[in-house]
């Protein structure tokens, strides 16, 4: 029964999320986007309010645009330090996240346990600290 239950839900979560995109996609602008958007989230989580959503949705957006249209005119000549989660593997990036096709100087790079969220929480965070104070 157990299994039924949790199959249950993540049948409907996966068909919200499914009908969630189809919508987006059919959308004419990015504005009727975020108009979606922000109204199936603050449905779940009625203490996020929409205008706020759609501000966080399009900042994301902008930056993650911004990142993919930059072309940097030189290399950077210092040396660079990368500390990243174990649980970034999935992201399926190069070992030093390309920074040595935009450093001219050394990229040392230090992956420590957690993912995204909690390589710099509790006793991670200590690690991450010690590796950036023998770094510097």
């Given at each position: 029964?157990?299994?039924?239950?949790?199959?249950?839900?993540?049948?409907?979560?996966?068909?919200?999320?499914?009908?969630?995109?189809?919508?987006?996609?059919?959308?004419?602008?990015?504005?009727?986007r975020l108009e979606i958007m922000a109204k199936a989230v603050s449905n779940h989580y009625p203490s996020l309010k929409p205008?706020?959503?759609?501000?966080?949705?399009?900042?994301?957006?902008?930056?993650?645009?911004?990142?993919?249209?930059?072309?940097?005119?030189?290399?950077?000549?210092?040396?660079?330090?990368?500390?990243?989660?174990?649980?970034?593997?999935?992201?399926?990036?190069?070992?030093?996240?390309?920074?040595?096709?935009?450093?001219?100087?050394?990229?040392?790079?230090?992956?420590?346990?957690?993912?995204?969220?909690?390589?710099?929480?509790?006793?991670?965070?200590?690690?991450?600290?010690?590796?950036?104070?023998?770094?510097?």
């Amino acid at each position: 029964p157990i299994i039924l239950v949790g199959y249950g839900f993540y049948h409907r979560l996966f068909l919200s999320l499914f009908q969630l995109k189809g919508s987006m996609l059919e959308a004419s602008s990015i504005g009727e986007r975020l108009e979606i958007m922000a109204k199936a989230v603050s449905n779940h989580y009625p203490s996020l309010k929409p205008e706020e959503l759609k501000i966080a949705a399009m900042s994301h957006y902008k930056k993650l645009l911004a990142a993919h249209e930059y072309t940097p005119s030189d290399k950077l000549a210092e040396p660079v330090l990368l500390v990243k989660a174990e649980g970034s593997a999935e992201l399926q990036l190069a070992h030093d996240y390309q920074l040595s096709e935009v450093c001219s100087g050394q990229v040392e790079v230090h992956t420590v346990p957690g993912n995204h969220y909690s390589f710099i929480i509790d006793e991670n965070a200590q690690h991450v600290a010690d590796i950036i104070k023998n770094w510097i």
